[in-house]
């Protein structure tokens, strides 16, 4: 295993600078300057997006809008329009597709593209797509530029907004020395508390542990451990990645103290998960029924059957062990949803995003 994958492989990830957050600037210039988020406008509602000036308060996605007003009272809320963020999203892959069929999209403001067959440098070919998003849309964006997809993916961030950074491949080694863990995908909160404990903050700390130590230590994972932090990913760009999961979620208005009031809401949901699992997935297997509850103090739990299929009566068992945990907390959002099965799981995809 090397850290570039097969070849002299070229990976470019795109991130657009603060999308739908742009996307509405540029349609009302009088905003220009003032903080600016988009969603999170009724008391319940989560901040979808926020500019850089808005961030400079604290302000940031799946942040809940009244904590946010709180944090800048000057901020300004406007409702998302998908559609509209859909329409610009298609011009930019419109552009991506000019350099390479080799696109994978993340969202709607982000994807990765292999370049590995042009003779041009990598950053060339960012930068010439960077420009052509700006001549074309208005809108900035952000690239990485690595042999492989999580190196570009944390490139991305590094010249943030309107850059790009680029890693060689002659340069990794100096590069995930210094890099913090929290970096690497798949190493959240609970997996930083963990790394932490045993005095690893960086990856040159990681790379101390062996693969048998960190196998004694996390399983199938640490093995998987032991690669990323020396910038190992043998990932490909895969065009058409298929979908994971479907969900729908209901944030309430007001906390729901009774779980027959939830009832009627799972209901709803499961018939429009079900129809759009039998309308546009029903060549796709189900590998498990979920659901989900977040609590008044917004802390959270999610109940999950193998169960293939679907059942309204599965997932009234799985939202009466959810609230059971909650031990009689208020519920804020409730969620439910199906895994599908697929011949191979991405670890930067889940349910409920």
Same mark, same amino acid.
Request: hydrophobic share 40%; charged share 30%; with cysteine.
């Given at each position: ?180 863990? $929290?970096? @690497?995908?798949? /190493?959240?909160?609970? #997996?930083? *508390?963990?790394? +932490? ?7 040159? &700390? ?53 779980? $027959?009031? @939830?009832?009627? /809401?799972?209901?709803? #949901?499961? *018939?429009?998960? +079900? ?7 029903? &060549? ?55 895994? @599908? ?13």
């Amino acid at each position: 295993m090397d850290a570039g994958g097969e070849g002299m492989r070229k990976c470019i990830h795109i991130d657009m600078d603060c999308f739908y957050a742009a996307v509405e600037e540029r349609e009302q210039p009088e905003l220009s300057g003032l903080p600016v988020a988009v969603g999170g406008s009724s008391r319940r509602g989560v901040i979808c997006a926020a500019n850089y000036e808005a961030r400079k308060y604290g302000v940031c996605s799946a942040m809940p809008g009244f904590k946010a007003v709180k944090l800048c009272p000057q901020l300004v809320m406007l409702p998302v329009r998908f559609d509209l963020y859909r329409a610009e999203s298609a011009k930019i892959r419109a552009i991506f597709g000019r350099f390479t069929e080799l696109i994978e999209p993340l969202s709607l403001d982000e994807a990765y593209l292999d370049v590995s067959h042009w003779g041009s440098s990598g950053s060339a070919i960012a930068r010439e797509v960077r420009a052509q998003i700006f001549e074309e849309t208005g809108l900035s964006a952000s690239a990485g530029i690595a042999p492989n997809k999580m190196l570009a993916k944390i490139a991305s961030d590094w010249n943030k907004p309107n850059g790009q950074f680029e890693v060689r491949e002659e340069g990794i080694a100096a590069f995930m020395s210094e890099l913090p863990v $929290a970096k @690497l995908w798949g /190493v959240g909160k609970r #997996m930083q *508390e963990k790394l +932490s404990r045993i005095k690893v903050v960086t990856c040159g &700390d990681l790379q101390r542990l062996d693969k048998f130590e960190l196998s004694r230590r996390f399983g199938k994972w640490g093995i998987e451990l032991h690669g990323l932090c020396r910038g190992f990913d043998e990932r490909e760009v895969r065009p058409h990645r298929s979908r994971k999961s479907i969900s729908k979620e209901n944030t309430f208005a007001v906390d729901v103290v009774n779980l $027959a009031e @939830l009832l009627p /809401v799972m209901r709803g #949901m499961y *018939e429009g998960v +079900s129809k759009l699992l039998d309308e546009r997935y029903r &060549d796709r297997q189900v590998r498990a029924l979920v659901v989900k509850l977040k609590f008044f103090d917004f802390s959270r739990t999610t109940a999950e059957s193998a169960q293939v299929r679907m059942s309204e009566g599965v997932f009234r068992d799985l939202l009466d062990e959810a609230w059971s945990r909650g031990a009689g907390k208020a519920v804020r959002l409730l969620g439910i949803g199906v895994r @599908l099965m697929d011949e191979r799981d991405d670890p930067q995809l889940e349910m409920f995003e």
